[in-house]
């Protein structure tokens, strides 16, 4: 298992972190469950109108590693594939807190708008 800067309880204390959309995205994917990369890219392109590709999907998650949003264990040494060892992201208490505010503005923003006098 890798080692982590901070523990997932530590995670409540600390206020959330700003995030890009493709990482709102992935967080979003993820929320709940652990996936692999692969599992992710399929989650993220299904009815998206222009495919993410690997060259994209994992600098975001090595972002969301290094700020603390994500993290990662090894999945078993053999896989019945017979494919490499996978790595599975999940999403920490942070990460939740990070995207939960993200949501909560955009659904303010769009009581806003649509709250807005029509011109």
Do not use: C, H
Not at 50 to 70: D, T
Not at 114 to 119: K, L, R
Request: net charge positive; glycine share 10%.
């Amino acid at each position: 298992m890798p080692s982590k800067k901070k523990k997932d309880s530590d995670d409540k204390d600390q206020k959330p972190v700003r995030i890009s959309a493709i990482d709102e995205d992935v967080l979003t994917v993820l929320m709940g469950r652990e996936l692999y990369g692969l599992e992710i890219l399929d989650q993220l392109n299904l009815g998206r109108p222009s495919e993410l590709k690997f060259g994209s999907l994992y600098p975001a998650l090595n972002r969301l590693e290094k700020k603390g949003l994500v993290s990662w264990q090894w999945g078993d040494e053999v896989d019945e594939s017979g494919g490499a060892r996978r790595k599975y992201y999940k999403v920490t208490g942070l990460g939740v807190k990070s995207l939960r505010a993200v949501q909560e503005y955009r659904a303010l923003l769009a009581q806003r708008a649509g709250q807005a006098p029509a011109t």
